[in-house]
């Protein structure tokens, strides 16, 4: 079956870096487009960033354009989230999602998730 598996979440102060990976498996990940996603206690998900099926379009909501950077390794089958200058408010649960060819911020268009790493970043 297909799993998202995301690694790469810890505690993180103001201005610092972390980068988020999302394996996949179980499915033909040139074929899908990824997206990172997250949400903060209480809020809704909210979009992140969105890469498409060769890496060569990206897009950005617009909290994190400047800041983050998505990128992604069909050789690995991996999608990453290179996340700098952090603030408080990036603290969150960030998810990673696969979509069947077509890059979206929408999160209803995504078929396949994974369960989630932990983001804090202390002030």
């Known amino acids: 079956q297909v799993q998202l598996v995301e690694s790469g979440g810890g505690l993180v102060q103001t201005g610092g870096s972390l980068r988020l990976s999302c394996a996949a498996s179980?499915?033909?990940?040139?074929?899908?487009?990824l997206g990172w996603f997250r949400q903060a206690p209480g809020k809704e998900r909210e979009f992140v960033a969105s890469i498409n099926v060769s890496g060569g379009r990206t897009f950005y909501g617009d909290s994190v354009k400047g800041r983050f950077t998505i990128s992604r390794d069909n050789a690995k089958n991996t999608v990453y989230l290179q996340m700098n200058n952090l603030k408080p408010e990036d603290t969150a649960i960030y998810y990673c999602?696969?979509?069947?060819?077509?890059?979206?911020?929408?999160?209803?268009?995504?078929?396949?998730w994974g369960q989630g790493t932990q983001v804090t970043v202390s002030s």
């Open positions: 999602g696969a979509r069947y060819y077509g890059v979206s911020a929408s999160l209803s268009d995504y078929n396949y």
């Open positions: 179980g499915l033909t990940f040139s074929s899908y487009a």
